[in-house]
């Protein structure tokens, strides 16, 4: 379960970006609506443990992230939250499968080799474990994110803007990429986008 408490943050400068309360059960799906510049990103960092709100806490499954001390933030975060980012910031010089690993090293966990080769056989890119990033499309970059996101086991899966750049069909496919690969590992997933045609397919929306 994750709660947003009372949230608000302040930019230097910046008007005051305030955020309703929002629970998510365990496995719950939900799409992040908002305008552009109502503060999605801004949300979803916070609830990331990338960015401190001024005020409010966020908590999952009874931690409060920004309780725990910065090496136990960005390990918690690795275990817990799994991002896909608009652009994949994948490593240039690992290759597929080890770029997967680098996830579990980086936060502390055992590398399961088993599971990352069923990730990438499940999302469809079983045969590109051993090519490089600058070898793969768009939408092969795209998968291998979303792998990189689910090896550890998230309670949460978050992805920003995962369509805006994509024709309907792969839109289509995006989505349902994410809320099988979600429901099939167990994790609660938020989408944020202004993108219509996600909105059909998820039902819970929390809105900016
Ligand atoms: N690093 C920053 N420093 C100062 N102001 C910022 C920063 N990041 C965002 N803002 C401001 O905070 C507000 C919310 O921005 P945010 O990126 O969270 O909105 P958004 O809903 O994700 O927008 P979009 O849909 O266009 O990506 C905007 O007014 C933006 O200019």
Excluded at 67 to 89: A, C, E, S
Excluded at 96 to 123: F, Q
């Amino acid at each position: 379960m994750i709660r947003v408490n009372s949230l608000a943050h302040v930019y230097d400068k910046g008007r005051r970006l305030k955020f309703p309360c929002w629970e998510i059960g365990d496995m719950e799906q939900w799409l992040l609506l908002g305008a552009s510049g109502s503060g999605k990103s801004t949300l979803l960092n916070i609830i990331s443990g990338l960015l401190k709100p001024s005020q409010g806490a966020v908590l999952i499954n009874g931690t409060d992230l920004y309780n725990l001390p910065v090496r136990g933030l960005d390990r918690f975060r690795g275990r817990h939250i799994g991002i896909i980012f608009q652009r994949p910031h994948l490593i240039r010089s690992l290759d597929v499968l080890d770029n997967l690993e680098l996830a579990a090293v980086m936060a502390g966990l055992p590398i399961d080799h088993e599971r990352n080769r069923s990730l990438l056989a499940d999302l469809g890119i079983g045969d590109l474990a051993k090519n490089y990033p600058d070898q793969l499309s768009q939408g092969q970059l795209q998968r291998v994110s979303v792998a990189r996101a689910l090896v550890n086991k998230p309670d949460l899966l978050i992805a920003d803007e995962p369509t805006s750049s994509l024709d309907d069909e792969n839109a289509n496919q995006v989505i349902k990429m994410l809320t099988t690969q979600a429901k099939d590992n167990g994790a609660a997933l938020i989408i944020a986008t202004h993108d219509a045609r996600v909105r059909d397919h998820l039902t819970k929306t929390y809105l900016l």
